[in-house]
């Protein structure tokens, strides 16, 4: 899906996804296609702790929570510095 389809199918919800094809331009994640794991009607605690859940079993994916009212998909991109052990 794209995020406007998402939009159009989970209206006024917070939505847990994950991206499947996404691309990093400059400090943003783009995400250009992705799969609805879960949409939420509450403030958004439900769909953490399924974004955790889901992160516990599945590490190397690429899960992400967002409202739906927002129009566009802005999604920062943190550089690490130092070195993680």
């Not at 939009?7 to 991206?19: D, H």
């Not at 920062?76 to 993680?84: A, F, T």
């Amino acid at each position: 899906m794209i995020w406007e389809d998402v939009r159009r199918a989970y209206p006024e919800q917070w939505v847990l996804i994950e991206a499947i094809n996404a691309k990093t331009e400059g400090d943003k994640r783009i995400v250009e296609q992705m799969d609805v794991i879960g949409c939420f009607a509450d403030e958004g605690d439900s769909a953490f702790q399924k974004y955790i859940e889901m992160h516990k079993v599945h590490k190397e994916r690429e899960y992400y929570i967002y409202h739906t009212s927002n129009v566009v998909l802005n999604i920062g991109v943190k550089k690490w510095l130092g070195v993680r052990l």
